[in-house]
Each structure stands twice: as structure tokens, then as C-alpha cells.
């Protein structure tokens, strides 16, 4: 009877090892995640998210900062059946962590016009690089409302040409993989010089230098395409 209480405890002792063990394991393989996680920002501004659409990676949190003079909001996962979550007024942020891939598709609940997307890449995938956190970083630190005056621009004149979505017309498309191989800088370059040759016009008499930089930089970084 002894000996079978003994086996009994000692399996139990085993049991806790092997499972303190076990939890020690998945701990030491989340925390590299977690402290490379990071919190990506998007300002509302003017009844706009921006940028609209940011590709994060697994545990990252995106910050949506509210920039307006007035207005409240809401960012509301609708499309995941959850309900909306309260409204948060100028000065106020709303925060959601994102720790499974896939892409995931918001409103503002208040304002149905004002859409947006974050994208979770893979495990095991590419990670999202800095170099990228920083484009986007890039994009943001332009005037709120020049923003808007270049994106209208990017889409309408440039979208007569490259199609209203980006995705190509009488020019060729300008998603993010056939700008691959050119430098936000070789894009700027394109934008204020112009194509010879083509019905690429220079853009220099209407731009900034550091305009047409932020216009590559918003190409490259998929913001907007498909919009």
C-alpha cells in the first residue's frame, strides 16, 4: 500500500516538473516576441485614419490617437462580431494588441465612412522590417493636412494615369512589389523629373523636394493601393 502512495506522489511530482518545465520553455520562447513587440500609431485627424492600412507583425499594439479639434470616435472590429467599443474624444487614444495573423478590418462606428485595415503578418514569415516602421513613421511626421492634399493629388491626377486603385491603367501599377527595386528616393526623383518619353510629366513646379520623397514613401509602403 506504501509503495503505491510512493509511485503515486512520485508521479505527481513528475507531472508538476515536467509541466513547470514545459511553461518555462513556452516563457523563454515568448518573451523574445515580446520584447520586440511594438506599438505602431495611427492619428485621426480631419475624419481620416492615418495611415489607413498598417502591416504589423504578431504581438504588436496598434495605438489609434484621437487629433481632433472636436470630434469623437470609436475604432470598431465589427467584422470579428465584437461589440463596439466606447467612444474616445480629442487628446484620448484607443489601443488593441494583435497576436494572430490575418487581416482585420475596421470602422469608426460614429462615422461608417472612415474605414481602415491592420494587417498581421505570419509567424515564421518575413517580419515586418524597421526600415518599414520607419517609412511609415516617415509618413506621419508630414502636415496633417498636406496628407490629405497629397494623397487626393496621388489618387486623382496620378489615378487617371496608374488607375484610380493604383493597381495600374494607361501607366504601369504602383503597388508596393513592382517598386521593389527603387528607392524612395529614385521615386522622388521620378515624380519631380518626369519620364522623357513618356506621359510621365515633372512634377517639380508643384512640388517640394520633400513631398515627392513622401509620396515614394507612401507608394512603397502599400498605404492606399486598392483604396
Not at 26 to 39: G, K, R, Y
Not at 97 to 123: D, K, N, W
Request: net charge neutral; with cysteine.
Amino acid at each position: 500500500m506504501r509503495s503505491q502512495i510512493s509511485t503515486a506522489i512520485s508521479r505527481i511530482f513528475l507531472k508538476r516538473k515536467c509541466a513547470s518545465y514545459l511553461l518555462s520553455v513556452l516563457i523563454s520562447m515568448a518573451l523574445p516576441v515580446l520584447a520586440q513587440a511594438e506599438t505602431i500609431e495611427i492619428s485621426i485627424k480631419k475624419m481620416l485614419f492615418m495611415p489607413e492600412n498598417v502591416t504589423i507583425n504578431p504581438g504588436d499594439t496598434v495605438r489609434w490617437v484621437n487629433d481632433e479639434r472636436r470630434q469623437y470616435h470609436s475604432v470598431w472590429f465589427e467584422a470579428l462580431g465584437v461589440p463596439e467599443p466606447d467612444y474616445f474624444f480629442p487628446g484620448e487614444f484607443f489601443e488593441k494588441r494583435f497576436v494572430q495573423a490575418g487581416s482585420y478590418p475596421y470602422r469608426c462606428g460614429p462615422h461608417s465612412e472612415m474605414l481602415g485595415t491592420v494587417i498581421v503578418r505570419e509567424p515564421g514569415k518575413e517580419k515586418a522590417s524597421h526600415a518599414n516602421n520607419h517609412t511609415i513613421t516617415f509618413i506621419q511626421n508630414m502636415e496633417a493636412s498636406r496628407q490629405e492634399e497629397l494623397v487626393y493629388l496621388l489618387k486623382q491626377d496620378c489615378g487617371s494615369c496608374h488607375g484610380m486603385t493604383l493597381k495600374g491603367g494607361l501607366g504601369p501599377s504602383l503597388v508596393p512589389e513592382k517598386l521593389a527595386s527603387f528607392s524612395i528616393e529614385d521615386l522622388a526623383a521620378v515624380i519631380m523629373e518626369g519620364r522623357p518619353g513618356t506621359p510621365m510629366p515633372p512634377w517639380k513646379g508643384i512640388l517640394k523636394q520633400e513631398e515627392a520623397s513622401w509620396i515614394g514613401a507612401y507608394l512603397k509602403s502599400g498605404l492606399g493601393v486598392g483604396q
